[in-house]
């Protein structure tokens, strides 16, 4: 809930976050057999502190995918110009740019409308069979897997913005070659709404395969999070 996407938003009342996670508290618990616990509070705090780091690990992991899409239209802002004009968003409170979040809510918009949440809740609870209550088994694997999901991120986001990339060279070669054929227009002053322009026609039609692009990615999500889940299961 703090760090998921779709469930860490500011704007989020803490009040709903608090439910949420005390329903899901109460849902696992009914599916978990009975622990035994040492009665020594030092290694009580240590397992608080072991569960609440996986609960974070997991929905950074989420994260940083939607962090990917996220970043495929940073890339696109970036060649067509729109990074100038970068606005506050309340939901996130950093500096968002136009395709960035606009990738980053049609990403979050496929995810719950393929019921995809559902698929992460239900690894969330899984993982409390896989990691029982009581035990704590950390190895390099789970290092070295976040590791991997970075460079994971980078190409997925490269792949996500590949073909408005290339829609934005191909126009900034055509205005290169006007610029360079007919003199008396003004470049400078066409070029940048023209591109905008150009690209925003070409993101139209490439919302359905943006649409089935992100749909495909998903389940990256849940494939990652079972890695994770096997690492530090022992």
Do not use: C
């Not at 040492?38 to 072991?50: A, M, Q, S, T």
């Not at 976040?146 to 073909?163: D, R």
Request: net charge neutral.
């Amino acid at each position: 809930m703090v760090t998921s996407p779709g469930f860490s938003f500011r704007n989020m009342p803490k009040l709903v976050k608090i439910m949420l996670s005390l329903g899901l508290a109460l849902l696992v618990i009914e599916t978990m057999e009975p622990v035994t616990i040492e009665n020594n509070l030092f290694l009580l705090y240590l397992l608080v502190i072991k569960e609440i780091l996986i609960g974070l690990s997991m929905g950074f992991i989420t994260q940083i995918l939607f962090s990917a899409i996220e970043m495929a239209g940073q890339l696109i802002d970036f060649q067509v110009g729109f990074s100038m004009g970068m606005i506050y968003d309340p939901s996130s409170g950093v500096q968002a740019s136009n395709y960035g979040r606009f990738y980053y809510w049609l990403g979050l918009a496929v995810f719950f409308m393929t019921d995809f949440h559902l698929i992460i809740l239900q690894t969330v609870i899984n993982s409390f069979r896989a990691i029982p209550l009581g035990t704590y088994n950390i190895n390099s694997g789970a290092i070295n897997g976040t590791i991997m999901l970075f460079g994971e991120s980078f190409k997925l986001a490269l792949m996500l913005a590949a073909p408005m990339l290339i829609v934005a060279l191909i126009v900034d070669v055509v205005l290169g070659i006007i610029s360079r054929s007919v003199s008396q227009i003004n470049v400078l002053m066409i070029g940048l709404p023209f591109k905008i322009f150009v690209t925003l026609l070409f993101m139209l039609a490439l919302l359905p395969s943006l649409f089935d692009q992100v749909q495909h990615l998903l389940p990256t999500i849940q494939r990652y999070l079972q890695e994770f889940i096997q690492s530090i299961s022992g």
